[in-house]
């Protein structure tokens, strides 16, 4: 049978949501991951991407997304500041991009920034593209239409925005925005030229039925980079005391996207440390992009030691 999948999704098929639940169910772990490494072998050969962030405005966000240290409505052990100094954000861009990593994205806290946070924004860009040549992305919120227009202006390729979670499960996360407002960045964002980078958070209650139906939102957004991050979580959140995810549940759940999303990258993002015996395996289920060295909040990778298990499993970067 997944022979048959491999063949009928190369030759355009894309399965639906009762078929992706059947695959969950009645394949074993080993068959599913298979598949998934199959179709990146088929779609993206042995290219292999890496991103880096760099948390350009923290804390303070009036939002209550319960995953996240930076909100206000939860007491966390975070620093909290406006926008990072440029010769901080310039320097690791540029310490990056020397270390192999091909993209830089400031992410801000917050539900949007404001006018005066984005003209300092902009000036942290045009620095960076003076004295790098990295590619740029940017993670600033439900943004405008205009603000996008200057960000797009400043050089920004990708616009990230995540969808977080499934839809029928995004209202028990977050009250402050909604999921359609999410929908709209993301649309907004494309239709001024972007390549959007959109993904979630797995481990947050979901289950896999609801993991699949974002999967199946993202592609029918056209979203073509997937970042799929593990709860990690933070105390103070009313996540705190989650339960991480079993192995297999995460291997199927990074094939799984890639088996729906065959032309997107699936991009390993937050919460490696805490699966860090599952990268190999990882690498094997589909993933063919990672955010790599600090994150946000929470504890990142090491960017060597990444370079190494990824060029390991033959993939050239
Ligand atoms: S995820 Fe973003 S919007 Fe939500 S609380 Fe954190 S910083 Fe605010």
Known sequence: MMDKLYNDIINGKRIGYTEAIDITQKQNCEAICVLANKLR??????????????????????????????????????????II????????????????????????????INEKNLGDILEIYKDISDRSEIHLCASMGLLSNNQLIELKKAGVEYYHCNLETARSFF???????????????????QEIGFSVCSGGILGMGETMDQRIELALELRSLNVKS?????????????????????????????????????????RF???????KHLQIKALR????????????????????????????????L
């Not at 959140?237 to 990258?265: Q, R, Y």
């Open 41 to 82: 072998i088929y779609f993206f050969g042995n290219h292999f991407e890496l991103c880096s962030i760099v948390n350009a405005k923290s804390g303070k966000c009036t939002e209550d997304c319960k995953w996240c240290a930076q909100s206000v409505h939860y007491k966390t052990n975070i620093s909290s500041y406006e």
């Open 85 to 112: 100094s440029k010769e901080s954000a310039v320097t690791q861009a540029i310490n990056n991009q020397k270390k192999g990593v091909h993209r830089f994205s400031l992410v801000t806290s917050g539900r949007k």
């Open 171 to 189: 209202s028990e996360l977050c009250t402050t925005h909604t999921y359609k407002e999410k929908i709209n960045t993301i649309k907004l964002a």
């Open 226 to 266: 997937i970042p799929l991050n593990f709860l990690m979580p933070i105390k103070g959140t009313p996540l705190a005391f989650s339960e991480n995810m079993p192995d297999e549940e995460i291997l199927i759940s990074l094939a799984i996207f890639k088996i729906i999303n065959p032309e997107a990258k699936i």
């Open 269 to 275: 993002a937050g919460g490696r440390h805490l699966i």
């Open 285 to 316: 289920a589909g993933v063919n992009a990672a955010l790599v060295g600090d994150l946000l909040t929470t504890i990142g990778s090491n960017i060597e030691e990444d370079i190494r298990d990824i060029s390991t499993e033959g993939f050239k």
